[in-house]
Every structure is written in C-alpha cells, then in structure tokens.
C-alpha cells in the first residue's frame, strides 16, 4: 500500500481566515514532504521533514507554517494569505531518501 | 540556472503506438531520476525511477533510459493506451538520492484511439 491521504480536498478561505491542511500516511515512511503546484506548472519543494524535523525550508514565507505532530502526520497551517496563493497543495512521502509517494492534493482557494 | 526540463510539452500519439518523452537535466552530479504520471485533478503518482550507476530500467509497459553523457532521460512507454493520457514529468533528486526533488515542467501526453 502507497497511500497518502490529505484532507481536505478543496478548501476555500479568506486572506484574514487561519485554517490547516493535513496530511497522513501510514507506511512507516519517515521523510514527508510539502509542495506546491500552480495550475500547469510543476510541483515547487517548500518543506521536507525527515524523522519528524524540519530540513528543508524552500524560503516559503512565514504565513505557511508546517508541522510534524508525528511520524505519520503531517500539517500546514496557513494565515493570512493572499489570492496568488490559491494553488494544489501535495504532501508526499518516502520511506527514507528514496521513491516519493504523493497524494491527491488539497486544491486551496484564497479569496 | 540549473533545471531539470522536458523538451516537448505535448506529444500526441495512436492507440497502440509507442510513446518516448524526452527529457534534459544540467546537473551532473544528480544521481536520481524518477518519472511521474499526473492525471488532472489528482497528485503526481509514480511510475519507474533509475539511479545514476544505472543506464536502464524496465517496469511494465515502460522503460527509462539514461544517458550520462548528453544528460538525458527519456520514458518510453510500450502500447500506448487512452489510460495513459496524462501530464508526465521528469523529476531530479539532488543531494543525497530522492531528498528534495527538482521537476522537469512537463510533457502532455494525448492518445487518441
């Protein structure tokens, strides 16, 4: 099984609303990853986790905000932010530093 | 800057043909290189990768091949099916193998049958 659920899978909010995304796999994987895909372009790294602490911050700006309760949850909280936001956010994850395995996506709207 | 990029962004085939999308990295140290298939509106899902020692590597119905020399990569898919349409991208780990991948921008694929 290679699966890797987010939730939800649209979202819609405002550039004052403060909501999260999740991600969760249960594979044993330890490294997890944030990107973001813009409509026909091609996933852009923004965070990697690996064995549940940050080592990668792709100079995203501070109003994304990830986090790794535990080694098979991943959040993004999001605040203030703005339309050119709006984009498919993707988690993925890999057992180590091997095959990435993605889920479907939350497609985020910001108004 | 160095990228990772595809040389096509569409290619459109017959059912029943064979398919081969191309793509260059710049990086020649890279030595991870995976192909992902992207149906719209769901994530990039996996198809085959190759490591750098390697030159070749087959998985049902398709093959990557990787040329060192020119920094080239290519997917062939065998029996392209109407299934198979979808956005293909090419994807470079740099760093240690598979942390922190760079993608290619892509190559629609169309079968028409």
């Known amino acids: 099984d290679t699966e890797v659920t987010q939730t939800p899978k649209h979202l819609v909010m405002g550039m004052t609303n403060k909501k999260s995304l999740k991600c969760e796999q249960h594979m044993g994987h330890r490294a997890m990853y944030w990107y973001k895909q813009k409509a026909k372009k091609p996933p852009e790294l923004m965070f990697v986790y690996s064995y549940e602490k940050l080592s990668i911050n792709e100079s995203v700006p501070s109003r994304f905000s990830p986090e790794c309760p535990n080694s098979s949850l991943l959040n993004l909280h999001l605040h203030a932010l703005q339309p050119e936001d709006s984009a498919l956010y993707l988690c993925a994850s890999a057992r180590d530093t091997d095959t990435q395995y993605f889920g479907p996506g939350t497609r985020l709207t910001v108004l | 800057g160095e990228s990772v990029g595809l040389h096509l962004p569409t290619l459109s085939v017959q059912e029943g043909d064979n398919s081969i999308i191309n793509c260059a990295y710049s990086n020649s140290a890279s030595d991870y290189f995976i192909w992902y298939k992207q149906e719209s509106g769901k994530g990039p899902q996996f198809i085959i990768d190759?490591?750098?020692?390697?030159d070749k590597r087959q998985g049902q119905r398709v093959t990557v091949l990787l040329n060192k020399t020119v920094k080239h990569l290519s997917l062939q898919i065998a029996a392209t099916q109407p299934g198979d349409s979808a956005v293909y991208f090419c994807?470079?780990?740099?760093?240690?193998?598979?942390?922190?991948?760079?993608f290619g921008k892509g190559t629609t694929l169309s079968v028409s049958s």
């Open positions: 994807a470079e780990g740099r760093g240690q193998a598979g942390t922190a991948l760079i």
């Open positions: 190759i490591r750098s020692n390697m």
